[in-house]
């Protein structure tokens, strides 16, 4: 009797082999492609330019180099920067001369002018502040203080079914002067709920 079969032959034994001996399926592995050196005057661009903020993944298909050559190249002409460490990109004079027409002759801030160029705004004011540009102050001043009347009709809108947040909007003042407004002519203050007015 030949060995694996039989009632003593191990379940699955005969087909383990078969496996085994059937040829590998599928495209063979690629080949490896030999690495490629840089030249001095490759190594001095990859070096330069790594220096001017490009990090090593970015030249890498710049190059067309693996991480070791440039890695080597950088080395041969400096240091390599901290892990983490932010790379300043100096911005080109033509943006720089847009920013400033947008925040000087549009008027605009600095958040639409970020979003409008994908810029950060606080790196629109530094770029604003390296061209000589002055920056706005923005001065808080107090609101003016509602008279007798407004006030009254204040509290009389509020028992009405008015809200705080109408009230606020239909005079132009803040939330703590209309409250204040309907607490001194005896009125409470509702809690937060849907409008309490007529639904017709």
Same mark, same amino acid.
């Given at each position: 009797?030949?060995? !694996?079969?039989?009632?003593?032959?191990?379940?699955?034994?005969?087909?383990?082999?078969?496996?085994?001996?059937?040829?590998?399926?599928?495209? @063979? @592995?690629?080949?490896?492609?030999?690495?490629?050196?840089?030249? @001095?005057?490759? !190594?001095?661009?990859?070096?330069?330019? =790594?220096?001017? !903020?490009? %990090?090593? !993944?970015?030249?890498?298909?710049?190059?067309?180099?693996?991480?070791?050559?440039?890695?080597?190249?950088?080395?041969? =002409?400096?240091?390599?920067?901290?892990?983490?460490?932010?790379?300043?990109?100096?911005?080109?004079?033509?943006?720089?001369?847009?920013?400033?027409?947008?925040?000087? +002759?549009?008027?605009?801030?600095?958040?639409?002018?970020?979003?409008?160029?994908?810029?950060?705004?606080?790196?629109?004011?530094?770029?604003?502040?390296?061209?000589?540009?002055?920056?706005? %102050? =923005?001065?808080?001043?107090?609101?003016?203080?509602?008279?007798?009347?407004?006030?009254?009709?204040?509290?009389?809108? =509020?028992? &009405?079914? &008015?809200?705080?947040?109408?009230?606020?909007?239909?005079?132009?003042?803040?939330?703590?002067?209309?409250?204040?407004?309907?607490?001194?002519?005896?009125?409470?203050?509702?809690?937060?709920? @849907?409008?309490?007015?007529?639904? +017709?």
């Amino acid at each position: 009797m030949a060995r !694996g079969s039989g009632a003593g032959a191990r379940p699955g034994a005969a087909r383990a082999r078969n496996i085994a001996a059937s040829p590998t399926v599928g495209p @063979p @592995p690629p080949k490896r492609r030999p690495r490629r050196l840089l030249g @001095p005057e490759e !190594g001095a661009a990859v070096a330069a330019a =790594y220096k001017a !903020g490009a %990090t090593i !993944g970015q030249l890498i298909p710049e190059f067309n180099a693996g991480r070791k050559p440039i890695r080597d190249a950088i080395l041969a =002409y400096g240091e390599l920067r901290e892990k983490g460490t932010q790379v300043r990109w100096p911005l080109p004079p033509d943006l720089v001369a847009e920013l400033v027409h947008a925040y000087v +002759d549009e008027r605009l801030n600095s958040d639409t002018i970020g979003a409008r160029h994908r810029i950060a705004p606080a790196r629109v004011l530094r770029a604003l502040v390296e061209a000589g540009v002055e920056l706005r %102050t =923005y001065l808080l001043t107090a609101p003016a203080a509602l008279d007798d009347r407004e006030r009254a009709a204040i509290a009389a809108a =509020y028992a &009405a079914g &008015a809200t705080l947040e109408m009230l606020q909007q239909r005079h132009h003042c803040g939330w703590r002067r209309v409250r204040d407004a309907v607490l001194e002519h005896g009125h409470t203050i509702r809690p937060l709920a @849907p409008f309490c007015g007529r639904s +017709d």
